[in-house]
């Protein structure tokens, strides 16, 4: 595949960019747990302990990476309420709620070719099963 990023075809409009800041970021916002976290925090604020019951397949580990990158990127932000003792919320920043568009887009986009995805994925699977 050419690298459109730095060569784009004559008179091509809005060739697609996918370079190294961009690979980056989309690995860290379509990753395993981010849409999960994101779809919580969409709907209120949670804390740590709320997100690991609402998410409970995610490891400790896991969720705190993931929001720590969420945070540094100013999709989430980290709130220390002055409660005794201090407790810490996580919250989806303005800028994490524009990603709610693109990803609605991409929802859209697997539902509509889930099905042809699945028989497509069949035929690889029964073409690889015939191989052997």
Known sequence: MPDTAHNPSP?????????????????????????????ELCERPCRFNDLRRAIPQVTQKSLTATLRRLERNGVVERVVISTRPLAVEYRITLLGKTLRPPVDTLLAWADEHLPAIERARAAFDDAADATI
């Open 11 to 39: 008179g091509a409009v809005d060739a697609l960019r996918i370079d190294a800041p961009h690979r980056e970021l989309l690995d860290q916002v379509l990753d395993k747990w981010t849409l999960s976290i994101l779809n």
